[in-house]
C-alpha cells in the first residue's frame, strides 16, 4: 500500500481490515517524512540524472527483447 488514500479507499472497499488501517497510514507517513530527510541530507543535486547523453554517444540496441515461436 502506496498512499493513505489508496489504504483508506481499500479499507471502504471491505479489503483491508480494521485494525490494519491506522498502522499502514503510520508507515506510510513516517516513510514519506524520513525519504524526505535523507533527500534533504544528501544535498539538490543528489540523484539527479547527468544532462546530455552518455559518453561515446548512444549505442543502438542490438538483440531481440522477445520472440515469437
Known amino acids: 500500500m502506496r498512499r493513505p488514500v489508496v489504504t483508506l479507499g481499500l479499507w471502504a472497499s ?3 481490515a480494521n ?10 507517513i513516517v ?3 524520513g ?14 540524472a547527468r544532462r546530455g547523453p552518455p559518453e561515446g554517444g548512444i549505442k543502438p540496441r542490438t538483440g531481440r527483447i522477445f520472440s515469437v515461436s
Not at 35 to 48: C, F, L, N, S
Open 14 to 16: 471491505g479489503r483491508c
Open 19 to 28: 485494525g490494519h488501517v491506522l498502522p499502514y497510514i503510520l508507515a506510510q
Open 31 to 33: 516513510g514519506a517524512v
Open 35 to 48: 525519504a524526505t530527510g535523507i533527500a534533504r541530507v544528501r544535498g539538490p543535486e543528489a540523484g539527479r
